[in-house]
């Protein structure tokens, strides 16, 4: 692709928002960034990634898209033709509770964003799915044509309607479509509400973690700066067909979609406990665990098979969960103060 690309970044003061921007605007990329900057989780934590954006040069926009009218103009006014869209109520846990928000934030905002895209030319239009897709299916080594359709919790169901939509949307407006099924993705910086954090932040304070399913859990966990180089490689390749490994192409024969959906993931699968073992090596400290059954929502195992990814993007070399952890730790201490 050419260099007159101006891309919007939805949730860029999110965990992956926020990275993905640090990159593009290091590559010289014109970015406008946009956020509702919610509270779902420590506002400051937000605040600080826009602060550090800003002083890169992203023209921030604190905005919420369920404006559409003020999303139309922000496109048709600084001529954006690439999205890549994480804004999202995310979280597994949270959607149990309050399912509203992700009908809001995820099902409406989407749309709005969508159709705020109709009367401009998006070379490519980037979704940030979640593994939680695959739901109850349980397969090992989740591949993209795998059966999605039972999902657990409503967050998983909200991101399957989205790529739905977007499948809708891609076919009306010839608009090329790249789904990311994201697998939990971890690193400096990041959520509050993940299990990294929340294990790190309950060891240094000498509280108990509740470990699920008594620790039996296993996560294809992707390191940050992974889970970007894959995103910055995938925008530069838009896809001109349906393009779904493995799929039947007769089932999409009425389809005229440029779409597709992609793992992007590590490729191994690491046990909770293991990830604790390595939370405890790091902050040198024991930590309280209190086992707990399987909760509902919760799935046992998830894994990816990426030769997908890999056959798009070439193979690249992945930040292995010990050095991961590491870092994150590291940071912690700096980012808390703790000696
Ligand atoms: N982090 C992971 O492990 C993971 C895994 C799978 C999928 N995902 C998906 O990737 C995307 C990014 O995840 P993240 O971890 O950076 O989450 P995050 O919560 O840190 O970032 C999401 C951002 O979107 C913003 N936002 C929410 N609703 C909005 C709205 N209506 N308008 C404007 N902004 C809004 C929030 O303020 C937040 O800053 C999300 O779509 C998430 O569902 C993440």
Redo the contacts with the bound molecule.
């Keep these: 692709m050419k260099n007159k690309e101006v891309y919007l970044v939805?949730?860029?003061?999110?965990?992956?928002?926020?990275f993905l921007c640090l990159k593009l605007l290091k590559q010289n990329k014109k970015v406008i960034g946009?956020?509702?900057?919610?509270n779902?989780?420590d506002i400051k934590i937000?605040k600080q990634r826009v602060s550090i954006l800003k002083k890169k040069k992203l023209l921030f926009i604190k905005?919420?898209?369920?404006n559409i009218n003020t999303i139309k103009k922000i496109i048709k006014k600084n001529k954006i033709n690439i999205i890549i869209?994480?804004?999202?109520?995310?979280?597994v846990r949270h959607s149990l509770t309050n399912p509203l928000d992700y009908v809001?934030?995820?099902i409406e905002?989407t749309t709005c964003l969508l159709e705020s895209c109709k009367d401009f030319k998006i070379k490519h239009f980037l979704f940030?799915?979640?593994?939680?897709v695959y739901g109850a299916s349980q397969f090992k080594k989740s591949k993209e044509n795998y059966s999605t359709d039972f999902p657990i919790q409503f967050?998983a169901a909200t991101?399957k309607s989205n790529e739905l939509m977007l499948h809708s949307y891609s076919h009306q407006l010839k608009m090329p479509v790249t789904i990311m099924?994201?697998?939990?993705?971890?690193g400096p910086f990041?959520?509050p509400d993940?299990a990294l954090f929340k294990f790190t932040k309950n060891t240094y304070a000498n509280k108990s973690i509740d470990v699920f399913n008594n620790g039996n859990h296993s996560r294809d966990f992707?390191y940050i700066d992974d889970n970007i180089l894959s995103i910055i490689k995938l925008i530069n390749i838009p896809p001109k067909k349906i393009e779904i490994p493995g799929s039947n192409i007769k089932n999409y024969k009425y389809s005229n979609a440029k779409f597709r959906i992609v793992n992007i993931a590590c490729g191994k699968k690491i046990k909770l406990t293991k990830y604790i073992n390595l939370i405890e090596n790091f902050t040198g400290k024991k930590t309280k665990k209190n086992f707990l059954d399987l909760q509902v929502g919760d799935v046992q195992e998830i894994s990816a098979n990426i030769n997908f990814l890999n056959r798009l993007i070439g193979k690249i070399p992945k930040i292995n969960v010990e050095i991961g952890v590491m870092r994150f730790i590291n940071w912690f201490k700096k980012y808390y103060r703790i000696e």
């Design positions: 939805t949730g860029c003061a999110g965990f992956i928002g926020y946009l956020d509702s900057l919610n779902y989780y937000k905005n919420n898209l369920l869209h994480l804004a999202a109520q995310a979280g809001k934030n995820n905002a940030s799915s979640s593994s939680s967050y991101k099924r994201f697998f939990t993705v971890y990041g959520r993940m992707t």
